[in-house]
């Protein structure tokens, strides 16, 4: 079993930064791959970023190429995503997920852990 706790979130204008944690309890962090989805009010739950179990490896949605940044500390239990330039249609509430084994890094269903989210409200 893992249990994520996301934190970081928070009110922020256009334009502004805000970096989203998730720490994960237990002794096999390091084998699972990690992404951030976000669920906007109305809209369906959507992928943001994955990163590998190593860390080497990165996957971003189109939407937020260029302006979120994921990374892991595996000695932390801890996945970052550092959000710059933020937009208004970023709010959204941000969850963090696991993955065992590394198939899909979009691909919700592949997801085991969820996080119980957190709010992300970006102001115009």
């Known amino acids: 079993q893992v249990q994520l706790v996301d934190s970081g979130g928070g009110l922020v204008q256009a334009g502004g930064s805000l970096r989203l944690s998730c720490t994960a309890s237990?002794?096999?962090?390091?084998?699972?791959?990690m992404g951030w989805f976000r669920q906007a009010p109305g809209k369906e739950r959507e992928f943001v970023v994955c990163i590998s179990p190593s860390g080497s490896s990165t996957y971003y949605a189109n939407s937020v190429k260029g302006r979120f940044t994921i990374s892991r500390d595996n000695a932390k239990n801890t996945v970052y995503l550092q959000m710059n330039s933020l937009k208004p249609e970023d709010t959204a509430v941000y969850y963090c997920?696991?993955?065992?084994?590394?198939?899909?890094?979009?691909?919700?269903?592949?997801?085991?852990?969820w996080g119980q989210g957190t709010q992300v409200t970006v102001s115009s």
């Open positions: 997920a696991a993955q065992k084994p590394f198939v899909d890094p979009s691909d919700y269903d592949r997801y085991d852990y």
């Open positions: 237990g002794r096999t962090f390091s084998s699972y791959a």
